[in-house]
């Protein structure tokens, strides 16, 4: 079904109706790709917590020689949690340097852990990141990280510093970044501490905070980094402005890997849309007084977020533009003004609701879910203590105690469109999910273009519950699913999925992950910017996704500061 289609077919709530939307309408590709990063995002939920808390971060080892080899080491009060970082910088070699995996050659490697800062994990650190799949992590350690330097932006600003002066704003913003993330790594990977063993009580206890934390920190290193090389140079160096360093984030780049990451965990998926789809729908339908500050404080966010979108000139390809958004916003936000002011004249209230129903009909989902996701803002008691329900058990062990009839029952009930889901010609389903030996790197492509004993990393529910119905509909009612899976062990996946799906409507992409025209990139979108909260994701060959992460968020210095609860809708306020 096309995405005009499914929004046609769509159930819409009435006015006023805090009812989520269907599944049918949110996990369509094409508008999972517009949802944004918002408040329940890991960056912005961390960034609260980092502010709320004023979490202290201090340098408190700078070893470093000009050409940038070195260390340094940082100590995090989280709150009285005491967490650490150790980074080491290397002169960058352009041998085996990369942003994919399958690179050997980094210019910041680091370590996030738990307690001090002791020299004894810190050399242990630099000793075992090189080996990377070869190494082991020090004990307590919570996240390794590796970045390289923006060979764009890094040298310019450290010469400019150096002498005397502020880099060249535009030019420095072009690029967006100091430093590139190429890997954050945790819960398990190379003896990191596993996710699980946190507890409800840390600092870091929602899902991907420890990664964002290490995210932000690259940021810190890479301010800290390009000033002590500049004073290196010259002792009267200057030091990167206040303005400026909101302005620089961290980039980022995703490719399939989190196409996988979205087939594999679709409990945690559909706990975070679907928490998202419960508190907008209570957002949306809240009634405001006409002269309520909380639509003051909304006005001013959508403002904001419309210069934002208007200074972003990015060219994305599957994307709309900045512009075209921000132009989109700005009619919605004169249809909030024209009702507040007809509601202020009539004595009545409005709902927010309301005035996202009476936009242009040809207005794109991406200004549409800016707006929901903005009304979240006004409702924050209602969803933050909920947050915790984004730590999901995601085991998905099939139950061989259930009957055949039960089974048949759960597939209609839980995931009824796979049975009749319009496939595409046979003759363009032909995509392969599989990860390379050389590097373990996720890569998808052609069947013909594979060896025949490649192993399919796919979880395709179109094909797998479509032939576990059919293997089900030759079954007699009563007999146990263990024993059917015996006999055709091949239908294990599939009675997992319908298994442990039942109150995860928003688990499954409604797409055929065989499909040739499938387009990765709406789903690496999800992960990127809905979840984790990367903002200007450039879309590149339907597959790659670059964005940058914390632009705008406050440096270690301003953690606290009441001006930076909003920090992700631009400029100050």
């Not at 909003?566 to 400029?571: E, F, I």
Request: charged content about 25%; glycine content about 8%.
């Amino acid at each position: 079904m096309s995405f005009e289609a499914t929004q046609r077919a769509a159930h819409h709530p009435a006015p006023g109706e805090p009812a989520p939307r269907p599944p049918a309408e949110v996990m369509h590709p094409r508008w999972l790709a517009a949802l944004p990063a918002n408040p329940l995002s890991a960056t912005r939920t961390l960034m609260d917590r980092m502010n709320r808390e004023r979490w202290e971060i201090s340098l408190v080892r700078a070893d470093l020689t000009p050409e940038g080899d070195g260390t340094l080491v940082y100590r995090i009060d989280a709150g009285g949690h005491v967490l650490s970082v150790a980074a080491f910088s290397a002169e960058p070699r352009m041998v085996n340097r990369t942003p994919r995996i399958i690179g050997s050659s980094w210019d910041v490697l680091g370590a996030l852990m738990e307690g001090e800062p002791d020299d004894e994990r810190v050399e242990q650190t630099r000793r075992e990141m090189p080996k990377l799949y070869a190494g082991r992590a020090a004990d307590r350690t919570l996240i390794w990280f590796r970045a390289n330097r923006s060979l764009r932006a890094f040298d310019e600003v450290r010469d400019s510093l150096a002498a005397g002066r502020q880099p060249d704003e535009e030019r420095l913003l072009e690029a967006g970044y100091l430093l590139r993330n190429t890997g954050l790594d945790g819960n398990g990977t190379f003896g990191t501490v596993d996710f699980s063993a946190y507890g409800p009580d840390h600092p870091l206890a929602l899902p991907y905070h420890a990664q964002m934390l290490a995210a932000y920190m690259m940021r810190e290193i890479s301010f800290d980094l390009v000033e002590s090389l500049a004073r290196l140079r010259d002792a009267g160096a200057a030091r990167l402005a206040p303005g400026l360093k909101r302005r620089v984030a961290v980039g980022n780049g995703s490719a399939l890997g989190l196409v996988l990451f979205f087939m594999n965990r679709p409990r945690l998926v559909s706990r975070w849309i679907g928490l998202y789809e419960e508190a907008t729908a209570r957002a949306m339908s809240l009634a405001w007084p006409a002269d309520a500050p909380e639509l003051d404080l909304f006005d001013d966010l959508l403002g904001r977020l419309i210069t934002s979108k208007e200074e972003d000139l990015t060219p994305y390809r599957l994307f709309p533009r900045g512009p075209m958004v921000a132009g989109e916003l700005r009619q919605m936000r004169r249809e909030l003004r024209a009702r507040r002011a007809r509601a202020h004249a009539d004595g009545t209230g409005l709902t927010l609701g309301a005035v996202a129903a009476a936009r242009p009909s040809g207005t794109g989902p991406e200004a549409v879910e800016l707006f929901r996701s903005t009304a979240l803002e006004l409702d924050r008691e209602a969803w933050e203590p909920r947050l915790g329900e984004l730590v999901v058990d995601e085991s998905m062990r099939p139950d061989p105690t259930w009957s055949v009839a039960r089974l048949r029952d759960a597939i209609h009930a839980t995931v009824p469109w796979t049975t009749d889901y319009p496939r595409n010609r046979g003759d363009l389903r032909n995509r392969v999910w599989y990860k390379s030996r050389a590097s373990e790197e996720p890569r998808s492509g052609h069947a013909r273009e594979i060896p025949a004993d490649t192993y399919d990393l796919a979880t395709n529910p179109v094909d797998e519950v479509g032939a576990l119905a059919a293997l089900l509909d030759g079954a007699p009612a009563d007999r146990p699913v263990g024993e059917l899976l015996l006999a055709h062990p091949s239908a294990l996946r599939a009675t997992a999925l319908v298994q442990n799906l039942a109150d995860s409507p928003y688990a499954l992409a409604r797409v055929d992950y065989r499909d040739d025209e499938l387009i990765p990139v709406y789903l690496i979108h999800v992960l990127n910017a809905f979840c984790f909260g990367l903002e200007k994701t450039l879309d590149a060959q339907r597959r790659l996704l670059r964005g940058l992460i914390f632009e705008y968020a406050p440096p270690r210095e301003a953690l606290g500061d009441p001006d930076a609860r909003h920090w992700w809708a631009g400029g100050r306020r």
